[in-house]
């Protein structure tokens, strides 16, 4: 059964982040995962879906995701257009305005809803509410555009 890929950078030491190299050859953080999702693709490695933080849902790097077929899993940024039953917000708005329902097994309250985003493509959006008031607002996978 097929896990997931998680995508961070806190794995990189220090010294080695420091390392100079030539300007030709120099990559960002979302270059080299680019790559390294690329070929993962190509040697066929199974995985369900790939978890990200908010500096890898940059648009670009999201839609060589779907190209590739993988499912992502990421936090958008707050100021993230969407449109939501004919009507274009900020996500953060529109998280405030959701009924959010209790999850008892998941202990916060929550709420699912198919958004379409300008610079992501139809997704499926979910906003969560922890017990202490925090919001959470994530797309948990992009929806197969068929």
């Avoid at 405030?96 to 998941?106: K, V």
């Avoid at 929550?110 to 958004?115: D, R, T």
């Avoid at 379409?116 to 202490?132: E, K």
Wanted: glycine share 6%; aromatic share 10%.
């Amino acid at each position: 059964m097929p896990g997931y890929l998680c995508l961070d950078d806190v794995v990189v030491e220090k010294a080695f982040a420091k390392r100079s190299c030539a300007p030709h050859r120099y990559q960002t953080k979302l270059q080299l995962a680019a790559q390294m999702l690329t070929e993962l693709a190509a040697a066929d490695l199974p995985f369900a879906y790939l978890v990200m933080d908010t500096h890898y849902t940059a648009g670009w790097f999201t839609r060589l995701a779907g190209r590739l077929g993988l499912t992502w899993v990421g936090t958008l940024p707050p100021k993230t257009t969407v449109v939501w039953r004919g009507h274009r917000q900020p996500v953060a708005e529109l998280a405030q305005r959701l009924h959010l329902a209790w999850r008892p097994r998941l202990g916060l309250h929550a709420a699912a809803i198919g958004v379409f985003a300008p610079t992501y493509g139809r997704l499926r959006l979910v906003v969560t509410r922890n017990r202490h008031g925090t919001w959470n607002r994530w797309s948990p996978t992009t929806w197969k555009l068929t």
